[in-house]
């Protein structure tokens, strides 16, 4: 039997979801054997690849840096998984909504700052006008909320998913 080629995204979020991802502790020894990690922190690939069979995708979509690779994610998944309340509602990075993307950019580069006090060309990928859950820049297959979800409901998911079957989150999990 063939592993599962699994892959994870961190767009605009602070990394809690994978800290919760390797909470797993013991029971990654139980996966193993049956993922193949192809993507993610933790993997040293630099595109994201082909082919992928399940994908976790941590935060939300807030620059266009994130929906070109949101978009790619889709396209290369057969299943696809928000994770976390930012993928799945906006949650925190959303929070920036009710200022406009340049008014924002001048706030954190400029105002009060006394050195180099402009917003940068380079190296910091152009903000949309607004950050949304993946739902709204992509097809999402499942919803797992919390922040982070618990370590126990990301194992469950993958493993029901490995099992052929998709996974209640009844009573599994829940937004905060």
Not at 55 to 77: F, M, P
Not at 164 to 176: A, D, H, I
Request: charged share 20%.
């Amino acid at each position: 039997m063939s592993k599962a080629r699994v892959a994870t995204v961190w767009l605009d979020g602070c990394s809690g979801c994978h800290m919760s991802l390797l909470d797993l502790d013991e029971a990654l020894i139980d996966l193993a054997p049956k993922i193949e990690l192809v993507f993610g922190p933790l993997v040293d690939a630099q595109e994201f690849p082909e082919g992928v069979d399940v994908t976790l995708v941590e935060g939300a979509v807030s620059s266009q840096d994130d929906l070109q690779l949101a978009q790619k994610v889709r396209s290369r998944s057969k299943f696809v998984i928000a994770l976390g309340d930012c993928a799945v509602t906006g949650n925190v990075p959303s929070m920036r909504n009710q200022i406009p993307p340049k008014q924002l950019l001048e706030r954190i580069y400029v105002d009060g700052v006394n050195v180099n006090h402009r917003v940068p060309a380079d190296g910091v990928p152009a903000l949309l006008k607004q950050a949304v859950p993946l739902h709204e820049a992509i097809r999402v297959d499942l919803h797992v909320p919390g922040c982070p979800p618990p370590a126990a409901a990301i194992g469950y998911v993958l493993t029901e998913l490995l099992a052929g079957r998709k996974p209640e989150l009844t009573g599994k999990v829940k937004f905060g």
